[in-house]
């Protein structure tokens, strides 16, 4: 079992940066690939980044790379995703979450364990 706590949204203007933080607790941290997915209202859970569980590959959503970047803390058992330009198209619940698996997945079902989500708002 992993609980993962996210933390560090918030409302911010557009251009602007958050940093979001994911804790974990339970199983050993680096033995998941760690990704990061989005909702906005009315829309399906989305992929928008992943990385890898030692040597830190990446994986980004098209729309946000080159402005968003994950890395990962193994020591303190924790995830981040640094975003930067911020679009109003941004805004969304942010969750984190851990796929026990071998290679990096963009798809949902591929991770057992989410955290509760921390809302992104960016304001026009």
């Known amino acids: 079992q992993v609980l993962l706590v996210e933390s560090g949204g918030g409302l911010v203007q557009a251009g602007g940066s958050l940093r979001l933080s994911c804790a974990a607790s339970g199983r050993i941290f680096s033995s998941f690939i760690m990704g990061w997915f989005r909702q906005a209202p009315g829309k399906e859970r989305e992929f928008v980044a992943a990385?890898?569980?030692?040597?830190?590959?990446?994986y980004y959503k098209d729309s946000v790379k080159g402005r968003f970047t994950i890395s990962r803390d193994n020591a303190k058992n924790t995830v981040y995703l640094q975003m930067n330009s911020l679009k109003p198209e941004d805004t969304a619940v942010y969750y984190c979450a851990a796929d026990p698996g071998e290679m990096i997945s963009s798809q949902r079902s591929d991770y057992n364990y989410w955290g509760q989500g921390t809302q992104v708002s960016v304001s026009s």
């Open positions: 990385i890898s569980r030692i040597r830190g590959n990446t």
